[in-house]
């Protein structure tokens, strides 16, 4: 089982950054296969970007690529998301998500944090 929280939202003007932390628990953390996600009111949860359980994998949904960077450190059980140029469309809730397979389909993952807010003001 592997339980997760997020952090790092907040408040930020267009064209700025910011950088997400989902923190892990659980001694198998590294055997996970970890994506992010976000949604808005009224839409569905919308990939962003996904990492394999080693580092060695990454991909990107995109409407992000080049703006984003998902990475983790095994070792403190983390994983980030860096996210640059940032514009007033990637406004929503970001959750974190773990799972057995690499997919940017939400159903691919088991486990899931409680979301943090990102507000990008214009």
């Known amino acids: 089982q592997v339980q997760l929280v997020e952090s790092g939202g907040g408040l930020v003007q267009a064209g700025g950054s910011l950088r997400l932390s989902c923190a892990a628990s659980g001694r198998t953390f590294s055997t996970y296969n970890v994506a992010w996600f976000r949604q808005t009111p009224g839409k569905e949860r919308e990939f962003v970007a996904a990492v394999s359980g080693s580092g060695d994998i990454r991909y990107y949904a995109g409407s992000i690529k080049d703006r984003f960077t998902i990475s983790r450190d095994n070792g403190k059980n983390a994983v980030y998301l860096q996210m640059n140029s940032l514009k007033s469309d990637d406004t929503a809730v970001y959750y974190c998500?773990?799972?057995?397979?690499?997919?940017?389909?939400?159903?691919?993952?088991?486990?899931w944090g409680q979301g943090t807010q990102v507000t990008v003001s214009s």
């Open positions: 998500a773990a799972g057995r397979t690499i997919s940017d389909r939400s159903s691919g993952f088991a486990y």
